[in-house]
């Protein structure tokens, strides 16, 4: 089946930082990827969604200048997170929508734990 | 949450029991889906329900879908210790998957 890969599981940077987590769909193109935002004990929060070769559209309240994103090819989105602080520190998950028999379906990531000290 | 909200936010039951999580959510849908999500990992697919579906079953789980009511709700039968995690629900609309506040079960042996 459909595989979305991301990298680093865990990266720990000091604040002040920048720090980039890869998405990848390991077996099939993806147009459209998406990349959310969870707190411990909390739900998943859209941030934005990431069109290849266009800008990402992001979320109310997310801001676009701290969480860069680029979709260049139709495999691979990365997120950036500029100027890390600690209140940054949470896990990040991507998906990324495939065009199958069964219509778009959306495959998970296995996320990406960020520690910023 | 950005689409609505799950009930209870924490369950505790037996093994054995039956676990039933309930999902309210606020726009028109195309589907509805529930993953689970183990502590600190990724998100499993359990089940999707269509909008013009009321009632779908995959082996211990029965989710029914009331769009008049905008609610949804995912049933576990005969829970099993394996089956403690977080639980949520997920609407599909204009593209994008929302997901609601979810609920931790915990299924003690």
Redesign the interface.
Known sequence: GAVVSQHPSRVICKSGTSVKIECRSLDFQAT?M?W?RQFP??????MA?SNEGSKATY?QGVEKDKFLINHASLTLSTLTVTSAHPEDSS?Y?C?A?ALTKSG?T?Y????S?LTVV | SQQGEEDPQALSIQEGENATMNCSYKTSINNLQWYRQNSGRGLVHLILIRSNEREKHSGRLRVTLDTSKKSSSLLITASRAADTASYFCATLSSYKLIFGSGTRLLVRP
């Open positions: 459209t998406f959310y004990k909390k739900s998943l929060m859209l969604t979320e896990f998950i998906s929508s778009n959306i998970f990531g296995e996320g734990w």
